[in-house]
């Protein structure tokens, strides 16, 4: 039982942690709140989980806001915040974050040509950006079952567009599973592991024993 040699990361087809930048936008009370495509309690375990997979993997983090330094929004929920709050945020007035300088200044700061998307809406703070990028030669990977809308029939028209224009859609547990590709990367091993032991707070070993 030999894997093969590991592919340049850097060019490999899949995504890898030498490859893709994660994108996280609009994580905010109203905007959680708001959802109504997916139960928001899933919402928030789904996207915490997406962002330490992230962390684990070492990716080049872009997290940006709207409107907190004008008082109309607040802070990123805490969950959040408590994996991603040694990062900096990058706040905007506009709805399609690739408009504001600040942002897409510090996406193109990563190098990275493959993007691993999520935002809150689906139907406006991820489609927007999402399209400028591809149309920009950017490829975008968006965590289906990490992003949500104001109903299901927006948040599914949203993922179309995005697919129609060249986007494609993957979920949070095929993101950790493709960027770490292969046990034999130790590394990495302890983050992922923590997850899937704690997926819903139960203990399989003690719950599940033959």
Not at 114 to 121: E, Q, R, V
Not at 142 to 168: C, F, M, N, P, Y
Not at 173 to 190: A, F, G, N
């Amino acid at each position: 039982m030999t894997s093969e040699p590991i592919r340049d990361p850097n060019t490999d087809q899949l995504l890898t942690p030498q490859n893709s930048a994660f994108i996280i936008i609009d994580y905010q009370p109203v905007q959680v709140s708001s959802i109504r495509s997916m139960d928001q309690k899933e919402l928030v375990f789904n996207i915490v989980h997406t962002a330490k997979a992230a962390v684990n993997y070492k990716l080049p983090i872009i997290h940006s806001t709207v409107n907190i330094a004008t008082g109309r929004n607040k802070p990123p929920i805490a969950p959040l915040m408590d994996v991603l709050g040694s990062y900096p945020t990058y706040d905007r007035t506009s709805i399609n974050s690739w408009e504001d300088v600040e942002f897409k200044k510090a996406v193109l700061a990563t190098g990275r040509k493959k993007l691993i998307m999520t935002a809150l809406w689906t139907e406006a703070c991820l489609a927007f950006p999402a399209l400028d990028a591809l149309t920009e030669g950017f490829e975008v990977y968006v965590v289906a079952d990490a992003v949500g809308g104001t109903s299901v029939a927006a948040h599914e028209a949203a993922l179309r567009r995005i697919e129609q224009a060249g986007g494609k859609l993957i979920s949070k547990t095929q993101l950790y599973c493709e960027l770490q590709r292969d046990w034999s990367r130790q590394e990495t091993v302890p983050g992922f592991m923590d997850v899937f032991q704690n997926w819903d707070g139960s203990n399989p070993e003690k719950d599940f024993k033959g």
